[in-house]
Structures are given as C-alpha cells and as structure tokens.
C-alpha cells in the first residue's frame, strides 16, 4: 500500500511539474532562434555577437570586437531589425518620453517611450533610435528601462574608451 501510494504521489507531482518544464523549453528554443537571428544579421556586416540580452519583445547583441551593436524587435508579427556602428558613434543616450497627470496623492510619471539614441560623431548626422519601450505595445515595463541604461552605459564605455 505504501509503495502504491508513492507512485500515485510522484505520477501527481511530475503531471503538476511537466508544464512547466515543456514551457521553459519551447521559450528556450524560441530564444535560441531569435538569437540564431541576430547573429545571422551580426555575420552581413563580418560581425559576430559577443554578448547579448533578452528584454520583453527585444533583443540585442553587441560585436565587442568590431563595436557594432545590433538590435531586433518584434512588434505586432513583424520584425524589426537595427544595427549601428559605434565607430561612427560620440556617445549613447537614453531618450524617456513621459506623461504627467496630477491625482489626489500627488503628481506621478508615467513613462510612454524608451529609446537608446546615438549620437553621431560628425555634426548634422542621423541620430539612430532603438526603442525598448512603447505604452502603445506593450502596456506595462518589464525590466526595459533597467536594459537600457545598463547597455547605455556599456556602449558609452565602449566609445568613451
């Protein structure tokens, strides 16, 4: 009765346990293609990803060795697909567009849009913007701003140096 009573309890737990374990791998496999993806696009320009993040709908890579950054985003099935030279680059900024409405406790921000910008080296030149964060797609931040500063701060060491 015990032996019986074992197998019932552990047939129970690993029914309870396998759906997660098929989710993690289908997210494994669909980041491992997106990442696939990225270092196709890093290989057109003889580049090669070195080190990488996945955020909510995007993802970016940088080439440490050549400095190109790339970025993919998908929004509403259609990829997005960015890439910048960062010898051509001055410095990075992060762009935060917010909205501000005044409620009983007090006046709150509230964030709309988050770009990473680069700033050309030569004047009058085009200022490239990835964005991490639109309220329009995505209703809620999931760790976009946090992304974006750490890798704002990762590119302007790399082009500060």
Not at 27 to 43: G, I, M, T, V
Not at 48 to 75: A, P, Q, S
């Amino acid at each position: 009765m015990d032996l019986g009573s074992l197998i019932i309890g552990a047939i129970i737990v690993l029914l309870c346990i396998l759906p997660f374990i098929l989710i993690q791998i289908r997210n494994n496999k669909r980041d491992n293609k997106k990442l696939l993806d990225l270092s196709n696009s890093a290989k057109e320009h003889d580049c090669k990803i070195t080190r990488h993040e996945f955020c909510g709908n995007y993802l970016i890579g940088m080439d440490e060795v050549n400095n190109f950054v790339f970025f993919h985003k998908i929004v509403e099935d259609r990829l997005i697909r960015q890439f910048v030279d960062l010898s051509a680059i001055e410095k990075s900024e992060v762009v935060k567009a917010t909205r501000t409405y005044t409620e009983k406790e007090g006046t709150a921000h509230v964030i709309e849009k988050l770009e990473l910008a680069f700033i050309p080296n030569r004047k009058g030149g085009e200022v490239p913007l990835m964005e991490f964060y639109n309220e329009e797609v995505s209703l809620q931040l999931n760790g976009e701003l946090q992304s974006i500063e750490r890798w704002s701060l990762l590119i302007n060491e790399r082009v500060l140096a």
